[in-house]
């Protein structure tokens, strides 16, 4: 297992949107089509665990939540799979009580309903009926693995939101937790000028640019 992450840390990355390191980052965003299951998701962080699972089997899965600590996202790769959810309500609920901060999944899901009432936080590729089945066709576990186009490693740090999952390599993520609160901290400063009356454009310095290039040149006769 990985090892666990300062949880001064992860309670930094909280008070950060993914949206504001998609203003700086370019690398790490997951496809978009791996969503939350709940449009309000609060910002979690976790440390990243990882799963691949071929497309019917879960027993890997099984034994993954059953190790799972405080503090940890678990991240699986469903190998290409987008038919077999190898998550449901049961699965979920060993997640919560183990404390798990979150699970993404390249996939689908089930018992969506249910998942939202336990509380887990969950990102996913949608709902679907058809269940994965304790059959030990294998998998790894804490391995590199794929999940929403976005190679992970065991110990990154995963944030994930309303707006979509990114993944930070662990060295680089105390560093980003620092720049995306300054950046916080300006959009808030933003937000009281528009309050107050401001323009958007005037505040960006975008209406002054405009101008300048609108005006017309000097000709000399």
Known sequence: MPAPA??????????????????????????RRVRSL??????????????ALPAMCSTLMHHAVSILRPGDMLVVDRLGDDRFACLGSAVARAARLAGAVGVVIDGPVTDAADI???GLPVWSRGPSSLTTRRLE???????PVSCGGVPVLAGDIVLGDASGVVVLPAEEAEAEAAAGLAREGR???????????ERLGDITGVNARIAALSEPEDIEK
């Open 38 to 51: 709940d449009p309000a998701q609060s910002a979690r962080a976790g440390v990243a665990v990882t799963l």
């Open 137 to 143: 066709l294998g998998g790894t576990l804490n391995r």
């Open 116 to 118: 939202l009432t336990e």
């Open 6 to 31: 300062d949880p001064a840390l992860l309670s930094a990355l909280e008070r950060i949107e993914t949206a504001t390191l998609g203003h700086v980052r370019l690398t790490g965003m997951m496809d």
């Open 187 to 197: 959009v808030a400063r933003t937000m009281d000028r528009l309050a107050a009356g």
